[in-house]
């Protein structure tokens, strides 16, 4: 076929709506404003997992939709969510990422949250429990009565995870992505689960091109050396099953470690539940993936940092009453996939990073197409069709010409 | 028999004071310069632990935190912060060691957390 120019480069594709979409989805900044507002200040986020939290006092901060947030455990054992915001000064109350409120700081007590500003106080529940000077200061005009934390909603649920929405009046958790997590929710609960594994990667591209790359497997041909071993046609006929909410699963199958080169059956670790070796994804909208591969888990939560930045937390989990040896097996079946130097991780990031390169906010529009239709099976970009239906509601924008209003598209499944 | 020896006196110099724990009880014994005094180690504002924030100025023990002062020579409550009583167990010195008449640990109150778990919470 020929190259192109201008004006036939810049034509819609011969495919029907709902099957291509226009990049300025992921590069322009007034849409990606509309996300944080319409989107990530509406939805539930997973934070980070429980045992994170491990002891009284313990907390971890996170950012959804530029609101800081702090997620800590009380003396009573619950995790509780706060904005992580003074309301005397509008000061960030806790800088850390993570760590203990139970022991005294310089320019706190302890067992509370303090400002370091003007050391005004705050309980595990988020009550203001000293205001400097209060008396001379505010008479009886203010009191701690009327300046407590603001309390965001935060459960524990789906094997541990933290979630927190900034949306008082969101669907509750369970209504929100309940079904989408029934077929890995046994494995997932049968017993407490623990975070073995953390890193973090910030990536000069969209979050929603992250999501696209977890919710298709057709790019198989980037990971070289996934497809040269271990793949059959098992692999390759899993399903995509698309969800309420915008969320997808992609199926099963039993995965042949012992054909990968060097590796070995999973089956002696497989989590509790999960037939051997087998392979579930959960792809959340708007944009956090759970992979359970076997003998263990993955996490992704995605936090936008721009229209054309995002950090991805990646976290490995395994079952809290592994013993050493036996974490040791999955940290490295957790790695030799998704570590650093794993089979397909770094490939996926190289592969965002590639499209963030080319959709720089000003880049002229393209057309980016997910048209591919192979009877729900891996190879179908069905997953994304559903999430961008979906994100489309959300928005009230059409995602093949985001000017436009949501309607309903052609090829809506 | 409540009475528990814990330390020797010279241990503690005059206007400072050190933790001590006894039978598992945390104890502070502070040196006023014309005695000693034993009691709990946390400021009874904020749990704030004394053997850190706490200094002996003349007869005055202050919390650094948020200045509250108690004198230690009459054991009252002084300064213009300080809103609570310190809790003070009997002290004395025999041959040379301190003791102090300790029946159990005191732990004072501090605020209640109210309970606001209820499922209207986000409703209102």
Known sequence: MPARNHN???????????????SRIYSDPEIYEQELEDIFKKVWIPICHESELPNAYDFRTATIAREPVVVARGPDNTVRAFLNVCPHRGMMIERRPSGSFAEAAPSGNPKRMTCMFHGWQYDMKGN??????????????????NTGLRRLRCEVNFGGFVWVTLN????SLEDWCGEAFKCIRGPLEAEPLDVFHYHKAVIGTNYKLWHDTNSEFYHDFMHYHNRVTGFNDAYFARENTAFENGHVNVGSFEVQYDEYEGFESRAELSFPGLPPNQWYMVDLFPGMNFNLRGSALRCDIVTPLGPDKVMIEFRGLGLKSDTPEERRTRIDHHNTIWGPFGRNLHEDLIGVAGQGSAMLPGSEPRRILHGRHEDNLIHDEVGMRHYYDEWGKWMNRLPSNPSLPYAPAEAAE | ????????????????????????????????????????????????????SGFIEGKVLTCSKHLWQWDLGTTEMTGSETEKP???????????????????????????????????????
């Open chain 2, 86 to 124: 310190m809790h003070f167990y009997e002290v004395k010195e025999e041959n040379g060691d301190i003791h102090a008449f300790i029946e159990s640990e005191h732990e004072y109150e501090f605020d209640e957390e109210d309970e606001m778990d209820d499922d209207d919470f986000f409703n209102s």
């Open chain 2, 1 to 52: 028999m409540s009475w528990r020896r814990i330390c020797a006196a010279d241990s503690v110099a005059e206007r400072t004071l050190k933790k001590f724990e006894v039978d598992g009880i945390p104890v502070i014994i502070a040196n006023y310069g014309e005695g000693f005094r034993a009691f709990p180690p946390v400021c009874p504002h904020m749990e704030e632990p004394l053997e850190e």
């Open chain 1, 168 to 171: 008082d009046k969101a669907m």
């Open chain 1, 8 to 22: 036939q480069w810049k034509a819609d594709p011969p495919l029907k709506d709902g099957e291509w979409l226009d």
């Open chain 1, 128 to 145: 203001c429990v000293y205001i400097s000077r209060e008396k001379e200061g505010y008479q009886d005009r203010l009191c701690k009565e």
